[in-house]
């Protein structure tokens, strides 16, 4: 059994807090801890305004995000880590290569597509991408 999820992007203000907190709300009565972090995290800013309203649309309070830099530390500690792009798991694996093993993508169990960034783009593609984000939630209940 998983206990601590780690989800991973580049900035951690869109995707990877989007995926941490639909995790939370849908594990709520389980004993897994879930954190997000970014790749070239936006250290200390909030979530963008647009996943913030995706979220808040599903009953869902993320005003206390505040973005972080991945660390070594953190893949480590992790059991699982969720990325939203290939590329985010060859930069994580060089980053802990010992965690190699327990990297994979947010859409593995779908159709293994990364999932696109939508920072500075319009409300359609944040609506876009967090279905995306939601899908791949959803999809590794079963295996939590």
Not at 88 to 112: I, M, N, Q, V, Y
């Amino acid at each position: 059994m998983f206990k601590h999820i780690l989800v991973i992007c580049v900035g951690n203000i869109c995707r990877s807090p989007s995926a941490e907190f639909l995790f939370r709300q849908k594990l709520k009565h389980c004993d897994i801890q879930i954190h997000s972090a970014g790749l070239k995290a936006m250290v200390g800013h909030p979530m963008d305004d647009n996943a913030m309203r995706m979220l808040e649309a599903r009953g869902i309070d993320a005003a206390t995000h505040r973005a972080r830099q991945l660390e070594p530390g953190m893949l480590r500690e992790a059991d699982l880590v969720l990325a939203m792009e290939r590329e985010h798991l060859s930069a994580a694996s060089r980053l802990a290569p010992e965690a190699s093993g327990k990297l994979f993508l947010l859409d593995k169990w779908r159709d293994a597509s990364d999932i696109p960034d939508p920072y500075r783009r319009s409300p359609q593609v944040f609506e876009h991408v967090h279905a995306m984000i939601e899908r791949g939630v959803d999809s590794w209940l079963n295996y939590l």
